[in-house]
């Protein structure tokens, strides 16, 4: 047998009320009800807040480099090509300035010129002439006035040494007449050739 539970009516009545819902307020939905299984609203999120690339900014390029002004690499470079150039200038102007150089540009005026100097007596006349201002202006005064085998034999040493018969022909040729027969057999050319590397090795 199963005792009642008694309990004073005031307290009895206070106990019901805090179970009874205020007027006008939906009733509570029981555990496991039908709204149970009622879904929530989904969660509005950002767009963008799924793809961090998005808030990257374009890629921009750089400006096209300009020809001017130049760069200072540029300027060295350009003032070292000058300075050569001066440089390659003074000592053109220095090597025409020797004694090699116009007595070369001398002889090949003899040698160009085919008028003045058609045959190989008149280039040997003037070439005589040359050959002694070429000692001359070296220093080689007792050299330059001799004549005969002395003379000769002066030409057939040293660096660019005339041949005996060049050699032989160049010291009678201011002597000889036009049409002489001892220039008939002496070529031109040869002999211009042998006048070139006697300057070459004594002016």
Do not use: C, N
């Not at 179970?19 to 299984?37: H, I, L, N, R, V």
């Not at 003045?116 to 050959?131: I, K, S």
């Not at 201002?133 to 002066?154: H, N």
């Amino acid at each position: 047998m199963i005792a009642s539970l008694s309990l004073p009516r005031g307290d009895a009545l206070l106990r019901l009320a805090q179970f009874q819902p205020a007027p006008g307020s939906a009733p509570a939905a029981a555990p496991g009800g039908a709204d149970a299984g009622a879904q929530a609203p989904a969660l509005q999120l950002d767009p963008g807040a799924s793809d961090p690339l998005i808030a990257l900014k374009d890629i921009h390029l750089p400006e096209p480099v300009s020809f001017w002004p130049l760069a200072p690499g540029w300027w060295m470079l350009l003032g070292l090509v000058i300075v050569l150039l001066l440089l390659a200038a003074l000592l053109e102007w220095r090597r025409r300035q020797t004694l090699g150089y116009k007595a070369q540009r001398a002889l090949d005026a003899i040698a160009k010129d085919t008028v003045r100097y058609a045959d190989a007596r008149a280039v040997g006349a003037e070439a005589a002439v040359l050959v002694r201002r070429i000692l001359l202006s070296r220093g080689g005064a007792q050299a330059a006035v001799l004549t005969g085998a002395d003379w000769q034999a002066y030409l057939a040493q040293g660096k660019g040494a005339l041949p005996q018969e060049i050699g032989r022909f160049l010291a009678v040729a201011p002597y000889l007449p036009p049409g002489a027969q001892e220039a008939a057999g002496m070529d031109r050319a040869a002999l211009v050739a042998a006048l070139r590397r006697w300057i070459r090795g004594h002016a």
